[in-house]
């Protein structure tokens, strides 16, 4: 299969923090983290990350806590639309 990892998320595991926008790996609407190294998920194919540590935005809030970074977007009015917010924590 030739599925991206934004597809997978999406379509197999119910997962919408990461998004594809710009479908050029720019924008970074669907960063995602590989084993700890930030990818573009609409770029990235999901068969590379067989057996890797996969982290999303959905990762980021710990026993149902915001993270420090997503606290301060909430403080400052930042998250606008949230298409490229995914990238941004």
Known sequence: MHQ???EVLRDRFDLFGARESCAQ???GCCTVLVDGKAVSGCLYLA??????????IE???SDGKLSVIQE?????GAAQCGFCTPGLC
């Open 4 to 6: 991206t990892i934004v």
């Open 25 to 27: 790996g720019l924008c």
């Open 47 to 56: 068969a590379f990350v067989d057996g890797a540590k996969v982290v999303t």
């Open 59 to 61: 990762h980021m809030a």
């Open 72 to 76: 301060a977007f909430l403080e400052c």
